[in-house]
């Protein structure tokens, strides 16, 4: 069993930032990618930023360097720096992990979401 626990959303100003984080624990042998989706209502789930063991990372073509992906591997925490936020960055952040089991079985996940309000 894999639990995921973010944390890091809020209500913030525009162009003003936020750090979030998701943790992964439980039965876990390895963790391969480790990315962040967002849903606005209304909205399809989107990739934000992805990172992979390997230190490989993808951003979704609207971060334009506003974001900034990275990973304890030693602490299985993943982290967001988001800075110059927009309006329309408000949306629930899911965290989603691609992992190995200790009993070698792959294994994905979605954490519960936080939710991040851009606001005036």
């Known amino acids: 069993q894999v639990q995921l626990m973010e944390s890091g959303g809020g209500l913030v100003r525009p162009g003003g930032s936020l750090r979030l984080s998701c943790t992964a624990s439980g039965s876990i042998f390895s963790i391969g990618r480790m990315a962040w989706y967002r849903q606005a209502p209304g909205e399809q789930r989107e990739l934000v930023a992805a990172?992979?063991?390997?230190?490989?990372?993808d951003y979704g073509d609207f971060v334009k360097e506003r974001f900034t992906i990275s990973r304890d591997k030693a602490k299985n925490t993943m982290y967001l720096q988001m800075d110059s936020l927009k309006l329309e960055d408000s949306a629930v952040y899911y965290c989603n992990i691609q992992a190995l089991l200790a009993s070698g079985a792959p294994f994905g996940s979605w954490g519960q979401g936080t939710r991040v309000t851009v606001s005036a």
């Open positions: 990172i992979t063991s390997g230190g490989s990372i």
